[in-house]
C-alpha cells in the first residue's frame, strides 16, 4: 500500500511528465480546482530545494494570448479577444 499522500504522489507524476490540473484530476480523483491547489502548495515546498516548478502558461486558442495574471490558473476566458477556448497550463518538476 502507497502511504504517500496525494500531494506527493502528484509531485512524483509531475517529475516524470508535464501534466495539466484536468488530467491531475482525473489521475488522482481530485476536483481540478483542487489539483491547482495541490500545485501551488508543491510549487512554495520546492522553495530552496534542487528541483524547480516549470509552468507553460495558459493560452487563447482563438488569438495566441498567453499573459494572464496567474499562470497556475485556468481562466474562464481570454482577457484580449474574450475568447472562451483557453488551453490548459501544465506543470512538470524539473531539477534545477
Known amino acids: 500500500m502507497d502511504d504517500k499522500t496525494t500531494r506527493e504522489r502528484i509531485l512524483?507524476?509531475?517529475r516524470e511528465t508535464p501534466r495539466t490540473p484536468s488530467a491531475l484530476a482525473e489521475e488522482f480523483g481530485v476536483a481540478r480546482g483542487t489539483a491547482l491547489t495541490h500545485v501551488r502548495h508543491?510549487?512554495?515546498s520546492l522553495d530552496g530545494t534542487?528541483?524547480?516548478l516549470l509552468v507553460r502558461p495558459p493560452?487563447?486558442?482563438s488569438c495566441g494570448f498567453e499573459d494572464f495574471d496567474d499562470p497556475v490558473n485556468v481562466p474562464s476566458r481570454c482577457p484580449e479577444c474574450k475568447h472562451?477556448?483557453?488551453e490548459e497550463p501544465a506543470f512538470v518538476v524539473e531539477a534545477v
Open 50 to 52: 534542487d528541483e524547480t
Open 42 to 44: 508543491l510549487s512554495e
Open 12 to 14: 512524483d507524476a509531475l
Open 59 to 61: 493560452a487563447c486558442k
Open 84 to 86: 472562451e477556448g483557453i
